[in-house]
């Protein structure tokens, strides 16, 4: 995971400026914000039923170790079973 983050904080920090690329946090809570608006994000899609979002270390859902892994501040990671 360190490796992945270093990648994107390198892909990040021309646009964003190196302290707010080096942030391990967004200004805001992302799970409050996807939670708020899954219904505008997913209205598109008809076949996801009962959508859930997690935090990285929920390990509640058998086999999202990946997805969670891939995970980074405001790049969310998709896992569907």
Do not use: H
């Amino acid at each position: 995971m360190a490796i992945k983050f270093a990648a994107f904080v390198i892909k990040e920090a021309p646009s964003v400026g190196k302290e707010s690329a080096l942030e391990l946090k967004t200004p805001f809570n992302e799970v409050e914000l996807l939670e708020n608006t899954k219904d505008f994000v997913f209205e598109n899609m008809p076949g996801l039923k009962g959508v859930r979002i997690l935090t990285v270390e929920d390990e509640s859902i058998e086999g999202t170790k990946n997805a969670r892994e891939a995970a980074l501040p405001s790049k969310p990671s998709i896992y569907f079973y």
